[in-house]
């Protein structure tokens, strides 16, 4: 079991920048892979970013690519999203999710649905 906690949610001025921090507690952090996905509301949850259980890969929606960064520290349990040159479309609420790849021949996981743990989410709301 994984428990995820995001954190650095808020309200920001288009062109800001926030970071987005995901905590997380049980086992064995460093063999998960994770995902940021974001929902807006009256919309389905999106991909927006996920970073190998390793730290060896990173896969980012085309809508954040050159925007967002995605990185992680194993020794601190944490990921992280920098989000840069933030727009109102990006107004959301943002989620970390965790699934074990370590085992797998890959390394990074697009979609919702082949995540198992996500946290309650962190609400970003950009300004014009």
């Known amino acids: 079991q994984v428990q995820l906690v995001e954190s650095g949610g808020g309200l920001v001025q288009a062109g800001g920048s926030l970071r987005l921090s995901c905590v997380a507690s049980?086992?064995?952090?460093?063999?998960?892979?994770i995902g940021w996905f974001r929902q807006a509301p009256g919309k389905e949850r999106e991909f927006v970013a996920t970073i190998a259980w390793n730290g060896g890969g990173t896969y980012y929606a085309n809508s954040v690519k050159g925007r967002f960064t995605i990185s992680r520290d194993n020794a601190k349990n944490t990921a992280y999203l920098q989000m840069n040159n933030l727009k109102p479309e990006d107004t959301a609420v943002y989620y970390c999710?965790?699934?074990?790849?370590?085992?797998?021949?890959?390394?990074?996981?697009?979609?919702?649905?082949?995540?198992?743990?996500w946290g309650k989410g962190t609400q970003v709301t950009v300004s014009t």
């Open positions: 049980g086992r064995a952090f460093s063999n998960y892979c």
């Open positions: 999710a965790a699934v074990d790849l370590k085992s797998s021949i890959v390394a990074m996981r697009e979609k919702a649905d082949e995540y198992d743990y």
